[in-house]
């Protein structure tokens, strides 16, 4: 079981960011797949989730509208496009498959995490 993230780095404010989470085909297989963040000092807290046939997505109210997740099944990765950030959306985001084909704003629904990349945007 491996989830690999990628794509963090340093952005200004108002810059955008896509990050990628690839997965094996046992992970990603029937799936659905969620991303999550931990800012400095506080707790890891839910940003997307995205069902295992992409017709069902959920944002937490801070990115809605900015964030948009996304998933190939066909390459066993998904995304997460982040548009028009502010410095508090710092933080390491991690990508996380669900147990079942849907996935929820609940990191107890999820089984399996990726390592985490990190997203700095300076002001």
């Known amino acids: 079981v491996q989830l690999q993230a990628s794509g963090g780095g340093l952005v200004q404010a108002g810059g955008s960011l896509r990050l990628s989470c690839a997965a094996s085909?046992?992970?990603?297989?029937?799936?659905?797949m969620g991303w999550f963040r931990r800012a400095p000092g506080k707790e890891r807290e839910f940003v997307a989730t995205?069902?295992?046939?992409?017709?069902?997505?959920l944002y937490a109210d801070a990115v809605k509208g900015r964030f948009t997740i996304s998933r190939d099944n066909a390459k066993n990765t998904v995304y997460l496009q982040m548009n028009s950030l502010k410095p508090e959306d710092t933080a390491v985001y991690y990508c996380?498959?669900?147990?079942?084909?849907?996935?929820?704003?609940?990191?107890?629904?999820?089984?399996?995490w990726g390592q985490g990349t990190l997203v700095t945007v300076s002001s």
């Open positions: 996380a498959a669900a147990r079942s084909a849907v996935g929820s704003g609940s990191m107890t629904n999820y089984a399996y």
């Open positions: 085909r046992r992970t990603f297989s029937n799936n659905g």
């Open positions: 995205i069902s295992w046939k992409g017709s069902n997505t």
